[in-house]
């Protein structure tokens, strides 16, 4: 199916008429309940390996699990949103995380709890490329920076608060309640959807390619899986390194395959847009040091500077805020001024605080820690979405779905190696400081260790910000390859 016989197709939905107020906020209902969902588990791991008696190394899994599934299914959105109406992959998306939610909640062991949190990423991995899919189709590219910022605001509040809101519900409840808290949110949001969710993509059933899906499952879960396998393990494991040679290979294929495909399930036609492809680089290295800090800063905290899981979680709380609010301020300066004016300024900003972050050690005060974290926030809600808004603006409407799943795939990917690469520096440059010390079982002598691999890590991340401010640099406002844009929308 080539370009223009789908943007032909697609053209023949009217969304003129169609009232987009109830839609973004269905969206947002469903987006929050899914993403906080993510963090919102992190506070209770010391509780869930009492209950079910299981090891570090077992419980990670509810999370390297939740990666896995999210990496593997986002590719094969882009498919999945030409064979269902976008309400139909709402609706299943909530579903699905409403029936994992309900499992995780009355688990009896952990097998069935690891099931629950499978169930549930499910849901996540088809609610994200949804949500920015239908984001491009009712918005005209002039307006669609105010639309992406209120998205971006749930983006990243919604993790934000998760520790906290956690830290609260488990000092006078279950571990339970966290899940039983989440239900009703999960209903709701299936209610409202029901009610208000209309179709805004055009139905083509495309032939589905079963090879395809089969390589891109290893080649992404082969990845996320091998490289999350190393941040809490280490990279000599053959399961590690085979995990990611397979990977590899299959990518490798699973791309050539799809350029010889006259219906790729992931159409990487999109590359052949200059800032798509500039800024889909550009997300990649932002996010290997956004997952990878947000990891990083919370193990300071509670193992360097002894605070409790939810004081961690109040100390980052502030920044994730002002985060929140900036997003749609953002967004509506992206409209009117384009992305050159938010993305280039956010990126020294992130380079800033993450400089700032060499610096802290067990003196450092919580005044401090909450400044730096508050700079780094700002310069992200200036970055991600107008940087995203910007990329995606320059596809024709009939690349949408392949365009945020790409994205979205690959951000993933981005996050999963991040993380294993600078907990595996951190790791590394905390052993070798205690190799040289002379009391290295000294509580004082490990937690100095800590911080020394911790401070390798930022340093990494420091030179990864600069490389992307360099990106950056090259960022400009786009325009749609088809001028029938917003005629076509009624505007």
């Known amino acids: 199916m080539s370009a223009v016989s789908a943007t032909t197709k697609t053209s023949q939905l009217d969304l003129s008429n169609i009232k987009r107020g109830p839609i973004v906020v269905a969206l947002i209902i469903g987006a929050f309940v899914s993403i906080l969902n993510e963090t919102l588990l992190a506070n209770a791991i010391p509780e869930l390996m009492k209950t079910f008696e299981v090891s570090a190394a077992t419980i990670q899994w509810l999370s390297t699990a939740y990666m896995l599934v999210v990496g593997v299914l986002v590719p094969i959105t882009a498919l ?3 064979w269902f109406t976008t309400r139909r992959m709402f609706l299943g998306a909530m579903a699905f995380f409403l029936a994992g939610t309900v499992v995780s909640a009355f688990a009896p062991e952990f097998g069935v709890l690891l099931t629950g949190r499978i169930i549930q990423a499910l849901g996540t991995g088809l609610m994200l490329p949804v949500m920015m899919n239908t984001i491009l189709a009712i918005y005209p590219p002039e307006k669609r920076g105010g639309a992406m910022g209120f998205i971006g605001l749930v983006i990243m509040f919604a993790p934000a608060i998760g520790p906290t809101l956690s830290g609260l519900i488990l000092d006078s409840l279950s571990w339970r309640w966290l899940f039983y808290f989440v239900i009703p949110l999960a209903v709701f949001s299936i209610i409202f959807a029901a009610i208000y969710m209309k179709n805004v993509s055009e139905i083509t059933k495309p032939k589905v390619d079963i090879l395809s899906i089969l390589l891109s499952t290893i080649g992404f879960g082969g990845i996320v899986y091998g490289f999350s396998s190393a941040g809490s393990g280490s990279w000599s ?57 947000m990891m990083l800063l919370p193990m300071f905290l509670q193992t360097a500077l002894l605070m409790t899981a939810f004081k961690s979680g109040l100390i980052m709380l502030p920044g994730s805020i002002i985060n929140g609010i900036l997003a749609p301020v ?54 991600m979405m107008p940087a995203q808004t910007t990329g995606l603006n320059q596809l024709p409407r009939s690349l949408y779905p392949h365009g945020t799943a790409i994205m979205n795939t690959l951000t993933q990917v981005a996050g999963a190696v991040g993380t294993a690469l600078f907990i595996s520096i951190m790791s590394h440059g905390s052993k070798n400081y205690l190799s040289g010390s002379s009391d290295p079982k000294n509580p004082a002598e490990l937690i100095k260790g800590m911080i020394s691999g911790l401070h390798n890590a930022f340093w990494l991340g ?20 088809e001028g029938e844009e917003g005629r076509m929308m009624g505007h």
């Open 80 to 82: 999945l949103q030409q």
């Open 237 to 293: 494991d053959p399961e590690v390194y085979w995990t990611i040679t397979a990977g590899v290979i299959a990518l490798i294929l699973f791309v050539l395959r799809q350029l010889k495909l006259p219906e790729p399930v992931m159409d990487l036609r999109a590359f052949k847009f200059p800032m798509f492809s500039l800024v889909t680089v550009l997300l990649v290295v932002v996010m290997m040091t956004l997952f990878s800090t």
């Open 330 to 383: 953002s967004g509506k300066l992206f409209d009117k001024f384009g992305p050159r004016v938010l993305v280039i300024p956010g990126l020294v900003l992130i380079i800033l605080a993450i400089w700032m972050f060499t610096g802290v050690d067990v003196g450092t005060s919580t005044g401090y820690i909450v400044t730096i974290h508050i700079i780094m926030m700002i310069g992200i809600s200036m970055v």
């Open 462 to 481: 420091l030179i990864i910000g600069i490389v992307a401010l360099g990106i950056g640099l090259f960022i400009k406002k786009t325009r749609p390859p």
